[in-house]
């Protein structure tokens, strides 16, 4: 019997270990968002509502680490000259957020997450970036661009996609994901 239930709770705990994600401080902040909102892609207040919170959300971090980036691919899109050096700017790819549909009408309601990242770098860094390759990057959060005035045109327009804008920031630490 002591054999039996020894299995059981090995089995039970690799059945609890495997297989569940841990969701991301950004994805697990939407989700709570979409909770209290479930209908900000239709109606006009609660998006209003959405992108209030999002911005207080943002505006809360500036001069602090930049938490919503821990855990996200952020993948090289290009490097710009600026007046001070160079600039890498990245793009998050984080999973979509999702949470239980409360008006049953589809099983889930979904949000599609856009942020951009924008940082300055050195020239040994700007040659060790590749292509289209993904990174993890921390930092401090500097600046904030809620209207994507750098690079605008690399995200996403869909009436679900929660636009984060543009996280500008300092101090960053770049390396390539590991998967």
Request: glycine fraction near 6%; charged fraction near 25%.
């Amino acid at each position: 019997m002591r054999k039996f239930l020894s299995i059981l709770a090995i089995v039970c705990f690799l059945s609890s270990c495997g297989g569940n994600e841990e969701k991301t401080y950004l994805i697990q902040y939407v989700e709570t968002l979409i909770s209290e909102y479930p209908n900000f892609a239709s109606n006009e207040i609660a998006k209003r509502s959405v992108k209030d919170s999002i911005r207080n959300h943002i505006e809360n971090q500036i001069g602090k680490p930049a938490s919503d980036l821990i855990g996200l691919e952020l993948k090289f899109e290009k490097i710009l000259d600026g007046q001070n050096g160079k600039c890498a700017i990245f793009i998050a790819r984080p999973p979509m957020a999702f949470i239980d549909n409360p008006g049953n009408k589809s099983k889930y309601i979904s949000a599609d997450v856009s942020l951009i990242v924008f940082s300055p770098i050195d020239d040994a860094m700007a040659a060790k970036l590749g292509n289209h390759q993904t990174y993890a990057i921390t930092g401090i959060l500097d600046e904030w661009d809620a209207d994507n005035l750098i690079y605008f045109d690399l995200l996403s327009t869909s009436s679900k996609s929660l636009d984060f804008g543009t996280y500008i920031l300092k101090d960053a630490h770049i390396t390539e994901y590991s998967e």
